[in-house]
């Protein structure tokens, strides 16, 4: 046992510091309507790991480089014709293409594609943990910088702007956070995964919450729990660990709508 914690406690160190950020993140991304974005921003991450092996960049620069890329890119195909979701799926799907195959054709990365695709936590060591912890704390700072007008802007917009909050400023704040969390969580989940480590503990915790505090607690509750189960699994059934970590996310998830369904259900009869 003592053996088995020395090899997976760096690795649940990490996956519950990310799981700091990765909820209050998730509930914004909820309630600005922006899932899909973050989705194409997830995909991204794998062309931004590929152009920072092909030049030989650090990753983080890569990741920054392609964010930028998908903000702009989205202002310049901005078309009233098209729908929102549609355009963020193509993107979605484009940049994942791009990216495997850059990885794939173009550099010699070809056996860790499934690490950038699904993650792998357990590769992590104490070593990188600091620089972990400290790109969370980092993120969770601006986080908080910028929440009340996040906040404000996904409750009532023209409320907030008529209190002088600028919603270009805070949506590009808010990318930017969305961006870096994007590559932090890159080893632990995976490109593919990533917006289901955001999304999946938020939607969770939006069965049992009524007021935005409420949710971030929650959502930080079942983060935790995810990540726990998930590594401990991945080694009990010898998957990969971000795999793991989101099936377990949403298995917590479904089970929490049957149960909540089941009990309105039974409130609703009592009526």
């Known amino acids: ?5 020395a090899i997976i406690a760096p690795a649940w160190i990490a996956g519950s510091i990310l799981g700091l950020l990765s909820a209050p993140l998730g509930c914004l991304v909820l309630w600005r309507r922006m899932a899909f974005f973050a989705d194409a ?8 790991v590929a152009l920072a092996v092909l030049w030989q960049l650090p990753m983080g620069i890569g990741v920054a480089m392609v964010s930028v890329m998908v903000v702009v890119g989205l202002v310049v195909i901005d078309d009233e014709r098209l729908p929102v979701d549609a355009v963020l799926a193509v993107v979605s799907v484009t940049l994942l293409c791009l990216g495997l195959l850059t990885l794939t054709q173009l550099t010699d990365q070809q056996a860790n594609v499934l ?9 992590i060591d104490w070593a990188d943990l600091p620089l972990l912890a400290g790109s969370v704390l ?4 601006f986080l908080i910088y910028i929440w009340s007008a996040q906040v404000k802007l996904a409750t009532h917009e023209a409320l907030a702007r008529i209190q002088g909050i600028n919603p270009t400023r805070q949506r590009l704040f808010f990318m930017g956070v969305l961006a870096g969390f994007c590559a932090i969580a890159l080893q632990a989940v995976g490109s593919l995964l990533i ?9 969770t915790a939006r069965l049992y919450s009524s007021a935005p505090k409420q949710m971030v607690i929650i959502a930080l509750l079942v983060a935790q729990v995810g990540v726990t189960l998930g590594i401990w699994g991945s080694i009990w059934l010898d998957i990969q660990t971000g795999l793991a970590i989101v099936l ?3 298995i917590l998830f479904f089970a929490a ?8 259900a039974n409130r609703q ?3």
């Open 41 to 48: 921003l997830a995909h991204g991450t794998l062309l931004g």
């Open 269 to 271: 009869s009592r009526y």
């Open 1 to 5: 046992m003592t053996a088995w914690l």
């Open 248 to 250: 377990v996310l949403a």
């Open 115 to 123: 690490g950038f695709l699904f993650g792998n936590l357990l590769d």
């Open 257 to 264: 709508l049957i149960v909540s369904n089941f009990w309105t």
């Open 195 to 203: 917006s289901g480590l955001l999304v999946l503990p938020a939607l």
């Open 138 to 141: 980092v993120g969770l700072g």
